[in-house]
């Protein structure tokens, strides 16, 4: 009797602890599957105008998207050293990658490290200028050293099209070479003080000379080329940069828009950021084409400008990135509900190949300063 009961005892004492294991497990698996929320990229950034420095990652054909967007970011944290914090990133996509994942990488890249997450932009384009790449970041870093003690000058997208076929664009990228150079003197800087240039073409077959020109005319500049979108029936070339200032401006934000270089009254020229700080935001979606689709998308960014203690009325670039011809004649009679008409900034407005989204109509992207 006392033997029976005692392996009675015994196989309960089995039941028990094989079920506590069960539960355990049951819960170890549950903890596994829980994926931790990445956190979003902040809708702006505020930085110091006088310590701002660019840089570009290096072309590799290795890899899909992913694996290329995580490459470009560590070549990009090398570049800057333990000195700089990358405060925004513009990614320019090609091929057939999903553009949302680098969003995703950018902030599980910087959260991982515990790093400030970066305001990101992400465009897609027809092609990048060398076989299996997919993706190219411009980056902008902030540093401890005053680099720029006078300010920058942001400088709109110049040359444009051209006549011919889409491999004529020398003349145009030729013009855009001259007019930056011109409205970079009269703005306050010199061709040796340009930073940053982004070539936006219309075909890639002249990439190297595109280079050559733009090296020979900026050569401390860091260099993008990329093919805007893979359809063009015109030559294109359209080229904007940004400049460090020789002197000091006499305001915090003024613009540019001389006669001898055939002003347009949507945009300015060259925007002169004189001021403390800047205002670098992500982009902003608008979804589908009516009139209040792209009321809606403005007016969202209105309210992330104004998050970070400034207005519309303080923008100094507008990057505005179309989906197709339609939607630019669109913009171009709605901007003007929200920009200062009388002080215009300066911009780049593109069709491009496409968005993150595949509903989005348009992305806008901005430069401003804090009102005063």
């Known amino acids: ?14 039941a028990v602890n094989l079920d506590a294991q069960r539960k355990n497990k049951k819960k170890e698996v549950e903890i596994t599957q829980t994926l931790e929320v ?5 809708a702006s950034v505020t930085v110091e105008t006088a310590k701002l420095e660019f840089l570009v990652s290096p072309l590799t054909g290795k890899g899909l998207l992913s694996a290329q967007v995580r490459e470009g970011l560590k070549a990009l944290k090398q570049q800057a050293g333990g000195g700089r914090q990358i405060v925004k990133l513009r990614a320019w996509v090609a091929g057939t990658g999903d553009q949302r994942r680098v969003q995703a990488i950018v ?5 991982e490290k515990r790093l400030p997450i970066p305001a990101v932009s992400t465009i897609q384009i027809g092609q990048i200028p060398l076989e299996g790449a997919q993706v190219i970041l411009e ?15 942001f400088l709109s997208g110049m040359g444009g099209e051209g006549k011919g076929g889409p491999a004529d664009l020398l003349p145009p990228l030729d013009k855009a070479i001259a007019d930056l150079s011109k409205a970079t003197k009269l703005a306050g800087g010199d061709n040796a003080g340009v930073l940053r240039v982004t070539c936006l073409l219309s075909a890639l077959d002249k990439v190297n000379e595109v280079r050559s020109r733009v090296a020979a005319a900026f050569p401390a500049a860091v260099l993008t080329v990329v093919q805007a979108e893979r359809l063009h029936d015109k030559p294109l070339a359209e080229c904007e940069a ?5 002197t000091k401006p006499a305001s915090g934000l003024s613009f540019l828009n001389p006669q001898e270089m055939n002003p347009s009254p949507m945009y300015s020229k060259a925007a002169v950021v004189g001021g ?9 979606l608008a979804f589908n084409s009516a009139d209040a689709d792209v009321d809606l998308a403005f007016q969202r960014m209105a309210k992330i400008v104004e998050a970070a203690k400034s207005s519309m009325k303080h923008v100094a670039f507008s990057s505005i990135y179309s989906t197709s011809s339609a ?9 003007f509900n929200y ?13 491009f190949e496409g968005l993150p989204s595949m509903d989005a109509s348009f992305a806008i992207e901005l430069v401003a300063v804090p009102a005063q």
Do not use: C
């Open 139 to 153: 980056a902008i870093v902030s540093g401890k050293k005053v680099v720029n003690p006078n300010g920058l000058v």
């Open 38 to 42: 990445l956190p979003d990229p902040p």
């Open 107 to 111: 902030s599980e890249t910087f959260a």
């Open 339 to 351: 920009y200062d008409k009388a002080r215009p900034p300066a911009s780049t407005l593109l069709v």
């Open 276 to 284: 403390e700080k800047v205002i670098l935001t992500g982009t902003q």
């Open 242 to 246: 940004v400049a460090r200032l020789s």
């Open 327 to 335: 939607m630019t004649a669109k913009i171009r009679a709605k901007r």
């Open 1 to 14: 009797m006392r033997r029976a009961v005692t392996v009675a005892l015994a196989i309960t004492v089995f």
